[in-house]
């Protein structure tokens, strides 16, 4: 694996690159890192793909934003596009979860042409349902519970998970976990009052103009509320010829396991005109 730094207008970001092939640029969520996206897993690389990651503005190893506002989806696709062109990738698919999943498609409807195929992980935005001032206090909440004290401040903040009890321990340790790894825990607070505030496209008609391989990952709402199952359904009925992935019962998330979502992604590559 090689890892360097791409500047884009004075932030620095983290990037990471390994393996050779189709390239696949893969875009993480809102308080997660590189790493939260296929979990570790090497898949994508033995199979034959040229895997790039990085950290989000902000977020991991990456800088803040010059200014404390600059975190919407301009910003976001604007730096996902300088690493593909520090790396000098003209084309490749991009495989994103939740605040990545939102990016990637605003990319997609900005520069169809330099999109090979989507992977679109958990989405949660629906332009038809109007702001919710309490879901946006919710996120300032967290965001204030990080700056004031740290990770534990933002657990205290998120509260208890609405998830199955089973699961709950491990959301959790899994939330601890990434917040550990930023550099600049600041800045992710301040990412997250902004990209809430965000909106990636303007309405769902949009998705019928992406126009090539897409998959959409979903997850029950009973484990992944915050990622609700029909936003996905609405995109994957939106974009022509999207797969829609649901969980297999019985069996954790899709989007929790890294091999799994790994060969989504290779499908998706697979019918990608890249070469």
């Known amino acids: 694996?090689?890892?360097?730094?791409?500047?884009r207008g004075g932030v620095a970001?983290?990037?990471?690159?390994?393996?050779?092939?189709?390239?696949?640029?893969?875009?993480?969520?809102?308080?997660?890192?590189?790493?939260?996206?296929?979990?570790?897993?090497?898949?994508?690389?033995?199979?034959g793909h040229r895997v790039i990651s990085y950290d989000a503005r902000g977020h991991g190893a990456s800088a803040p934003a010059l200014d404390r506002s600059a975190y919407g989806y301009d910003e976001l696709a604007l730096d996902a596009w300088a690493v593909l062109d520090a790396l000098a990738i003209p084309r490749a698919v991009l495989?994103?979860?939740?605040?990545?999943?939102?990016?990637?498609?605003?990319?997609?409807?900005?520069?169809?042409?330099?999109?090979?195929?989507?992977?679109?992980?958990?989405?949660?935005?629906?332009?038809?349902?109007?702001?919710?001032?309490?879901?946006?206090?919710?996120?300032?909440?967290?965001?204030?519970?990080?700056?004031?004290?740290?990770?534990?401040?933002f657990v205290a903040a998120?509260?208890?998970p609405e998830v199955p009890i089973a699961w709950r321990d491990t959301v959790l340790t899994v939330i601890r976990q990434r917040l550990a790894l930023h550099e600049h825990p600041e800045a992710v607070a301040d990412a997250l009052s902004a990209v809430p505030r965000s909106h990636p496209f303007s309405a769902l008609a949009e998705l019928a103009n992406i126009r090539v391989p897409a998959a959409i990952v979903v997850?029950?709402?009973?484990?992944?509320?915050?990622?609700?199952?029909?936003?996905?359904?609405?995109?994957?009925?939106?974009?022509?010829?999207?797969?829609?992935?649901?969980?297999?019962?019985?069996?954790?998330?899709?989007?929790?396991?890294?091999?799994?979502?790994?060969?989504?992604?290779?499908?998706?590559a697979a019918q990608a005109a890249i070469r």
């Open 1 to 7: 694996m090689s890892t360097h730094a791409v500047d």
């Open 13 to 47: 970001l983290a990037v990471h690159e390994t393996g050779e092939g189709i390239p696949v640029l893969l875009l993480h969520g809102l308080t997660a890192t590189h790493r939260y996206v296929v979990m570790g897993s090497t898949r994508l690389e033995r199979g």
């Open 95 to 153: 495989a994103g979860s939740s605040m990545g999943a939102h990016t990637l498609l605003h990319m997609s409807l900005q520069s169809p042409e330099r999109v090979g195929g989507v992977v679109v992980i958990t989405p949660a935005y629906d332009p038809a349902v109007p702001e919710d001032p309490t879901r946006l206090a919710h996120w300032d909440a967290l965001a204030e519970g990080l700056r004031a004290g740290g990770v534990e401040g």
């Open 158 to 160: 998120y509260g208890e």
């Open 219 to 268: 997850s029950a709402d009973e484990a992944d509320p915050e990622h609700p199952h029909a936003v996905g359904e609405a995109y994957a009925a939106k974009i022509p010829g999207a797969r829609l992935v649901t969980d297999e019962p019985g069996r954790s998330p899709t989007a929790w396991q890294g091999s799994q979502l790994s060969a989504v992604i290779a499908n998706v």
